[in-house]
């Protein structure tokens, strides 16, 4: 088996009672772009500069190709560690320019090496040419390309982004993104990025890490994430959901409109057992019904779509996902129904929730 | 008031959002670090020192000396010439901020430099100006007299001289660091002000000024604390405070724990600002608003252009122009009557050089200090940052004191010779070195250093090629302005200057103390032409970065 470029075993980090980072173990194979996803203060940027060797663990260990680089008792400075690190604010060198800046990393190598070196790799994030330019004359996104180079030019074993994209502006940001994710594809680089842009992570990573508080919620595919999160913070962080009370009777959770088919989700559902389904915007479907105890509270007109929000007969909230042509109104009584092909997702009520 | 006022006061102070923790890198600091600050802070902690070891074993004679009435005519005497000084300063420097900052003025760029350079005239040239020209048988009797008779004029010596001179030699402080505020301040406030209804001056009252205030106030302190620690001016004006006072105590007296306990009162008087300053800002909330700003649009003076100029030029005529033509006139006196030269030259290569010395000296010994002040913060910081102020609050003659008796006791081989008083400038400047250093380094964000880190440097690499090349030009200025200060020092370099060592402030001071007033002026204004050098590179920096 081939081991994993940069893994972490119950590493965790505490600056001073502020616990940063609380016990999170994973692996990133060779190869693989794996995005931290989580709000700010959920520890993800913590973690990455836990990898990068910018601070200590207080308890567990950080390998990097299958070396512990960081653990309570032993710390290998990030100088020695062959990680590439590309800063939310770019950080690049004001008083050096472009190409100075891209050799910076490659001391070993003779002059003509270098040059050679940073040539390829500015050509690479297409910015051959300005190399004698200095960082303060180039656009955001020039910036953010010849911050990716300076740290692809060693060739490190890992490349590490935090919020690569935050800087830049919309319409830049999905471009930027595109090129970046190439990039890396490119090189064959193992990368790991930090965003709290759950479209950015869906759309860069092959593994999307939830950290929330701290703690590592799920690591899995987008799409995993998205259909079966392990936990409603996981559902949450993954796209807008409702949850619609109910309660497990012969295996399905029985709700205000009927009973729906449930994945056991890990544990088990017992029979009688308090659950929250979690309901996507697409997993219902409606249809006017005077008699129906449903009612639409809200009607939010989005151009591509109507978003609807109905109230269910036990006072919970739903939303649902209409056609742009729909002229439902307000007050108007609906029946729904689940359109969804694949079993719901469950989760049991915790007490006093 | 109006309910909406009480509102508006009622309503808890704006408080600026937290900013995130500053992450630190590295917590604990190298040696290479912590071992000079440590150095650094037991040469800064002598002066404190020397002060409670005196203070403590004084004699029951000094004792008595220093709890007689006059102490406390001395210490009233200091506080109100720091007061009277303090409140004039602002009263000028504020209006004059905003004429040259905020104000169609016309040719505001050249008023923001002319006012700006009394900075470079030290207070003994400024009360030898004074005295020569309002004194007895000065310029202006001796122009009166002629025509109108007029033999006697109301006495230039005491307060009023004293404050006169230094008003006119220190609202420099608070106009720059006002000014440097006004330039800096968001027009968004003033406009949605206006937008929610603010007529101009309620602008200005409610708005603009309350944005200034912390500008003010460590203007102000900086004026206080520099009236507080000078001598040149008021030994001169014969105005006994604190400074003079230990200086004739010192000169006259074989008992030198009146002197240090003198010195003790006076420490404490500056203490006494510091805190109420830090009491000020403590209630204050500072702000930093982010993300671009347009610049301000200027404000039309309209009809009170004319004032506004007259006001502005007769500062500037005043604290300036004839200053310059005074000293002009001795200049031309002194010439004709054929000072001696050759000792001049003297003087002036010593002042150069030393003050170039202590320069290079206090932005070195910075460099560690900052780095451990923004780098390591903790306890350690705060300490070494703590008592790297100490410059601040002990008046040069104070130092001087300190270092005479530590040199005397402790160090022999360098009592008596220049050593010591390049130790006692390092002592008093390395604040201003500090504060350019610590500023510089806090721009040099630490991710800077943590990718060089990451591309295979180590800690001292990381420091000679990121680090401190971004660092320099700060570095520099910081060390333009100690060899200012160093240039115009005059009560340390009195004391503790070898027999023989002779600067320009000593040949000014020694001349103008026996009303040689022709005799003074090439020496002064040699000084001011050499202290001008550094302040305008400093000038052209600041042209530069904006």
Same mark, same amino acid.
């Given at each position: 088996?081939?081991?994993?470029?940069?893994?972490?075993?119950?590493?965790?980090?505490?600056?001073?009672?502020?616990?940063?980072?609380?016990?999170?173990?994973?692996?990133?194979?060779?190869?693989?772009?794996?995005?931290?996803?989580?709000?700010?203060?959920?520890?993800?940027?913590?973690?990455?500069?836990?990898?990068?060797?910018?601070?200590?663990?207080?308890?567990?260990?950080?390998?990097?190709?299958?070396?512990?680089?960081?653990?309570?008792? !032993?710390?290998?400075?990030?100088?020695?560690?062959?990680?590439?690190?590309?800063?939310?604010?770019?950080?690049?060198?004001?008083?050096?320019?472009?190409?100075?800046?891209?050799?910076?990393?490659?001391?070993?190598?003779?002059?003509?090496?270098?040059?050679?070196?940073?040539?390829?790799?500015?050509?690479?994030?297409?910015?051959?040419?300005?190399?004698?330019?200095?960082?303060?004359?180039?656009?955001?996104?020039?910036?953010?390309?010849?911050?990716?180079?300076? +740290?692809?030019?060693?060739?490190?074993?890992?490349?590490?982004?935090?919020?690569?994209?935050?800087?830049?502006?919309?319409?830049?940001?999905?471009?930027?993104?595109?090129?970046?994710?190439?990039?890396?594809?490119?090189?064959?680089?193992?990368?790991?990025?930090?965003?709290? !842009?759950?479209?950015?992570?869906?759309?860069?990573?092959?593994?999307?890490?939830?950290?929330?508080?701290?703690?590592?919620?799920?690591?899995?595919?987008?799409?995993?994430?998205?259909?079966?999160?392990?936990?409603?913070?996981?559902?949450?962080?993954?796209?807008?959901?409702?949850?619609?009370?109910?309660?497990?009777?012969?295996?399905?959770?029985?709700?205000?409109?009927?009973?729906?088919?449930?994945?056991?989700?890990?544990?088990?559902? %017992?029979?009688?057992?308090?659950?929250?389904? *979690?309901?996507?915007?697409?997993?219902?479907?409606?249809?006017?019904?005077?008699?129906?105890?449903?009612?639409?509270?809200?009607?939010?007109? %989005?151009?591509?779509?109507?978003?609807?929000?109905?109230?269910?007969?036990?006072? @919970?909230?739903?939303?649902?996902?209409?056609?742009?042509?729909?002229?439902?109104?307000?007050?108007?009584?609906?029946?729904?129904?689940?359109?969804?092909?694949?079993?719901?997702?469950?989760?049991?009520?915790?007490?006093?929730? | 008031?109006?309910?909406?006022?009480?509102?508006?006061?009622?309503?808890?102070?704006?408080?600026?959002?937290?900013?995130?923790?500053?992450?630190?890198?590295? +917590?604990?600091?190298?040696?290479?670090?912590?071992?000079?600050?440590?150095?650094?802070?037991?040469?800064?902690?002598?002066?404190?020192?020397?002060?409670?070891?005196?203070?403590?074993?004084?004699?029951?004679?000094?004792?008595?000396?220093?709890?007689?009435?006059?102490?406390?005519?001395?210490?009233?005497?200091?506080?109100?010439?720091?007061?009277?000084? +303090?409140?004039?300063?602002?009263?000028?420097?504020?209006?004059?901020?905003?004429?040259?900052?905020?104000?169609?003025?016309?040719?505001?760029?050249?008023?923001?430099?002319?006012?700006?350079?009394?900075?470079?005239?030290?207070?003994?040239?400024?009360?030898?100006?004074?005295?020569?020209?309002?004194?007895?048988?000065?310029? *202006?009797?001796?122009?009166?007299?002629?025509?109108?008779?007029? !033999?006697?004029?109301?006495?230039?010596?005491?307060?009023?001289?004293?404050?006169?001179?230094?008003?006119?030699?220190?609202?420099?402080?608070?106009?720059?660091?006002?000014?440097?505020?006004?330039?800096?301040?968001?027009?968004?406030?003033?406009?949605?002000?206006?937008?929610?209804?603010?007529?101009?001056?309620?602008?200005?009252?409610?708005?603009?000024?309350?944005?200034?205030?912390?500008?003010?106030?460590?203007?102000?302190?900086?004026?206080?604390?520099?009236?507080?620690?000078?001598?040149?001016?008021?030994?001169?004006?014969?105005?006994?405070? =604190?400074?003079?006072?230990?200086?004739?105590?010192?000169?006259?007296?074989?008992?030198?724990?009146? /002197?240090?306990?003198?010195?003790?009162?006076?420490?404490? @008087?500056?203490?006494?600002?510091?805190?109420?300053?830090?009491? +000020?800002?403590?209630?204050?909330?500072?702000?930093?608003?982010?993300?671009?700003?347009?610049?301000?649009?200027?404000?039309?003076?309209?009809?009170?252009?004319?004032?506004?100029?007259?006001?502005?030029?007769?500062?500037?005529?005043?604290?300036?122009?004839?200053?310059?033509?005074?000293?002009?006139?001795?200049?031309?006196?002194?010439?004709?009557?054929?000072?001696?030269?050759?000792?001049?030259?003297?003087?002036?290569?010593?002042?150069?050089?030393?003050?170039?010395?202590?320069?290079? /000296?206090? @932005?070195?010994?910075?460099?560690?200090?900052?780095?451990?002040?923004?780098?390591?913060?903790?306890?350690?910081?705060?300490?070494?940052?703590?008592?790297?102020?100490?410059?601040?609050?002990?008046?040069?003659?104070?130092?001087?004191?300190?270092?005479? =008796?530590?040199?005397?006791?402790?160090?022999?081989?360098?009592?008596?010779?220049?050593?010591?008083?390049?130790?006692?400038?390092?002592?008093? =400047?390395?604040?201003?070195?500090?504060?350019?250093?610590?500023?510089?380094?806090?721009?040099?964000?630490?991710?800077?250093?943590?990718?060089?880190?990451?591309?295979?440097?180590?800690?001292?690499?990381?420091?000679?090629?990121?680090?401190?090349?971004?660092? *320099?030009?700060?570095?520099?200025?910081?060390?333009?302005?100690?060899?200012?200060?160093?240039?115009?020092? *005059?009560?340390?370099?009195?004391?503790?200057?070898?027999?023989?060592?002779?600067?320009?402030?000593?040949?000014?001071?020694?001349?103008?103390?026996?009303? =040689?007033?022709?005799?003074?002026?090439?020496?002064?204004?040699?000084?001011?032409?050499?202290?001008?050098?550094?302040?305008?590179?400093?000038?052209?920096? !600041?042209?530069?970065?904006?």
């Amino acid at each position: 088996m081939i081991p994993p470029v940069v893994e972490c075993i119950r590493a965790a980090k505490s600056f001073g009672p502020t616990r940063a980072v609380e016990d999170v173990s994973f692996a990133v194979g060779p190869g693989e772009v794996v995005g931290f996803l989580g709000s700010s203060g959920s520890g993800k940027t913590t973690l990455l500069r836990l990898i990068a060797g910018f601070e200590t663990v207080s308890a567990g260990e950080v390998r990097i190709a299958d070396k512990v680089v960081s653990s309570p008792y !032993d710390h290998v400075p990030s100088e020695r560690r062959n990680v590439g690190v590309v800063f939310q604010e770019y950080a690049l060198f004001p008083h050096l320019t472009v190409a100075e800046n891209v050799e910076f990393g490659l001391g070993k190598l003779s002059r003509h090496e270098r040059r050679r070196r940073s040539g390829r790799v500015l050509e690479m994030v297409r910015l051959d040419g300005m190399g004698r330019r200095y960082p303060h004359q180039l656009s955001g996104g020039e910036q953010q390309r010849v911050a990716l180079a300076r +740290t692809l030019a060693p060739r490190p074993v890992t490349i590490l982004l935090d919020e690569p994209f935050s800087n830049l502006d919309a319409s830049m940001k999905s471009e930027m993104r595109r090129e970046v994710c190439e990039i890396l594809k490119e090189s064959g680089a193992t990368a790991v990025f930090v965003t709290h !842009d759950r479209e950015e992570a869906f759309a860069m990573a092959d593994r999307v890490a939830v950290l929330q508080s701290g703690r590592l919620e799920q690591i899995d595919s987008p799409s995993a994430l998205y259909h079966s999160p392990a936990t409603p913070l996981v559902a949450k962080a993954t796209g807008a959901c409702d949850f619609l009370p109910g309660r497990i009777r012969g295996g399905r959770a029985v709700t205000d409109f009927g009973s729906l088919a449930v994945a056991a989700c890990s544990g088990g559902l %017992r029979e009688g057992t308090e659950v929250d389904v *979690l309901i996507r915007a697409d997993d219902l479907q409606l249809a006017p019904d005077p008699s129906a105890a449903a009612v639409v509270t809200s009607r939010e007109f %989005r151009g591509d779509e109507v978003l609807l929000a109905v109230r269910t007969p036990s006072g @919970a909230t739903v939303h649902c996902r209409r056609h742009h042509y729909s002229t439902l109104e307000c007050e108007t009584r609906v029946r729904l129904f689940p359109v969804r092909s694949e079993p719901f997702v469950a989760f049991p009520r915790r007490p006093g929730a | 008031m109006t309910s909406e006022d009480l509102r508006i006061a009622a309503a808890p102070r704006w408080q600026p959002p937290a900013l995130p923790a500053e992450r630190q890198t590295w +917590t604990r600091p190298p040696a290479a670090v912590w071992l000079p600050v440590l150095l650094i802070t037991i040469a800064m902690a002598l002066p404190p020192v020397y002060l409670l070891l005196r203070s403590a074993d004084a004699s029951a004679e000094a004792w008595r000396l220093l709890l007689r009435p006059r102490t406390a005519e001395i210490a009233l005497r200091s506080l109100s010439l720091a007061a009277a000084v +303090t409140l004039a300063s602002v009263a000028l420097a504020v209006p004059l901020a905003w004429l040259t900052v905020r104000t169609d003025l016309p040719y505001r760029r050249v008023w923001g430099v002319l006012t700006a350079l009394p900075l470079v005239i030290p207070s003994y040239v400024g009360g030898f100006l004074i005295i020569s020209a309002l004194g007895p048988k000065g310029l *202006l009797q001796g122009v009166l007299q002629g025509p109108l008779g007029v !033999d006697r004029l109301p006495s230039i010596y005491g307060l009023p001289g004293a404050a006169l001179t230094l008003v006119l030699l220190s609202y420099p402080y608070v106009l720059l660091t006002v000014r440097g505020v006004m330039g800096g301040l968001n027009p968004a406030y003033e406009e949605t002000a206006r937008s929610l209804g603010l007529g101009p001056w309620a602008v200005m009252r409610r708005v603009t000024l309350p944005q200034l205030r912390p500008a003010v106030v460590s203007g102000g302190l900086l004026v206080g604390l520099y009236t507080l620690s000078d001598f040149g001016a008021v030994s001169l004006l014969r105005y006994e405070t =604190f400074t003079w006072a230990i200086y004739q105590q010192y000169q006259t007296s074989f008992d030198r724990s009146t /002197a240090a306990l003198l010195s003790a009162a006076l420490v404490l @008087a500056a203490i006494l600002i510091l805190v109420s300053e830090a009491w +000020t800002r403590g209630r204050m909330a500072y702000h930093e608003s982010a993300g671009a700003r347009r610049p301000l649009r200027p404000v039309g003076l309209g009809r009170w252009k004319w004032p506004a100029i007259l006001f502005t030029g007769a500062v500037v005529t005043a604290s300036l122009m004839l200053p310059a033509w005074v000293l002009g006139y001795w200049l031309v006196r002194g010439l004709h009557a054929g000072v001696a030269m050759g000792s001049i030259w003297t003087a002036a290569f010593n002042s150069v050089s030393i003050s170039a010395l202590a320069a290079a /000296a206090a @932005a070195v010994c910075s460099l560690p200090v900052a780095v451990l002040v923004v780098r390591y913060p903790g306890i350690f910081a705060k300490v070494a940052e703590r008592m790297s102020y100490v410059g601040y609050a002990l008046p040069g003659i104070v130092v001087a004191l300190a270092l005479v =008796f530590f040199g005397a006791n402790y160090a022999r081989p360098i009592y008596q010779t220049a050593w010591l008083l390049l130790l006692a400038y390092v002592v008093m =400047f390395l604040p201003a070195a500090l504060g350019a250093s610590r500023a510089s380094l806090l721009r040099v964000g630490p991710r800077l250093e943590e990718a060089a880190r990451s591309l295979g440097h180590g800690p001292l690499r990381t420091f000679l090629n990121v680090t401190a090349p971004l660092m *320099l030009p700060g570095v520099l200025s910081g060390a333009a302005l100690v060899f200012l200060l160093t240039m115009k020092e *005059l009560p340390a370099t009195l004391i503790l200057g070898p027999l023989d060592f002779k600067t320009l402030s000593t040949q000014v001071w020694s001349a103008s103390s026996e009303a =040689f007033f022709a005799q003074a002026a090439v020496p002064a204004l040699l000084l001011i032409l050499l202290s001008a050098v550094p302040l305008g590179y400093l000038m052209l920096r !600041d042209r530069a970065r904006f």
